[in-house]
């Protein structure tokens, strides 16, 4: 069956999920994988659905009755087969990098431009902010999962993240 990657955002309230749910299911459809959230009073998310082929422009085009409700993309996905777990399927490790420090703009990019430089793939990424406990202000806070590859050079990249972590004032842990 093919699979389709959704884009879902709304405002956020109850019974999203399930008006979603009901249009896969009135198709035949399958859901397989998800990532929902709720951010600054909007429900987001990606949902991974396979859809049997004789059903799939019919699924995609239903879509549309949840205007409203939720805005939904469909977007094609790779078949099962090719598609795999992250670093199990490509025969890579993966690291998990954890940082933590005081909320300004550009940490995102800072990280990601060291991933990058190391040709790092990510598979996961979760930021958020929260209160600093006894020094006021923000704390933005990063768990990053990355694919890397047999035959990087993970001791560099762990300079390169220990140097970034001094430039940025913040705790980065790589394990």
């Not at 990606?46 to 939904?72: K, M, N, Q, Y």
């Not at 990424?125 to 990063?142: D, I, S, V």
Request: net charge negative; no cysteine.
């Amino acid at each position: 069956m093919p699979r389709l990657v959704l884009t879902v955002i709304g405002d956020d309230r109850s019974g999203l999920v399930r008006a979603l749910a009901d249009v896969v299911t009135e198709h035949d459809g399958n859901w397989e994988e998800s990532q929902l959230t709720e951010l600054a009073g909007k429900f987001a998310g990606i949902v991974v659905v396979s859809v049997p082929e004789a059903r799939a422009e019919e699924f995609t085009i239903s879509l549309s009755t949840l205007d409203g409700l939720l805005e939904v993309s469909a977007h094609p996905g790779a078949e099962p087969a090719a598609a795999g777990a992250g670093a199990a399927a490509a025969g890579t490790d993966q690291l998990t990098i954890d940082l933590l420090g005081n909320d300004h703009p550009g940490i995102v990019r800072d990280v990601s431009t060291v991933l990058s430089k190391h040709d790092l793939s990510i598979e996961t990424m979760t930021t958020g902010t929260r209160e600093a406990p006894m020094a006021g202000g923000l704390l933005f806070e990063a768990h990053v999962v990355v694919d890397v590859p047999a035959g990087s050079d993970t001791a560099a990249l762990r300079a390169d993240l220990e140097r970034l972590a001094a430039e940025l004032l913040v705790d980065i842990a790589v394990a």
